[in-house]
Nanobody
């Protein structure tokens, strides 16, 4: 079964950097599979911020974080990273990684802990 575990969240000052990790197992990386990073802040919807194709190695960064966030992976260690720089207070949220054949950009709520989702890691950016 697919298993995803996020780590690397924490408290960081505005303008700082943070690197999130998503360790995965049970993924068919040679198939049509996407791994994405979602985030959700209290009172807001769940939104996709970055995604990568495990087969093509292509990636997508959403406009709201473009130029500051980057997604990458280490296939030997089965880890997908989210590199975050120049963090802002509005980046404060619970961050989740998700794997699937297709990733919708927004949804009312992230489904942390459900099939294909990690449990999440909290990122808090102080002003």
């Amino acid at each position: 079964q697919v298993h995803l575990v996020e780590s690397g969240g924490g408290l960081v000052q505005s303008g700082g950097s943070l690197r999130l990790s998503c360790e995965y197992s049970g993924l068919d990386i040679n198939g049509l599979i996407l791994v994405g990073w979602y985030r959700q802040a209290p009172g807001k919807e769940c939104e996709l911020v970055a995604a990568t194709s495990m087969r093509s190695n292509s990636s997508t960064i959403e406009e709201v974080v473009k130029g500051r966030f980057a997604i990458s992976r280490d296939n030997d260690k089965n880890v997908v990273f989210l590199q975050m720089t120049r963090l802002k207070a509005e980046d404060t949220a619970m961050y989740y990684c998700r794997a699937g054949g297709g990733l919708i950009s927004t949804m009312p709520a992230c489904h942390g802990g459900d099939d294909g989702w990690g449990r999440g890691t909290q990122v808090t950016v102080s002003s």
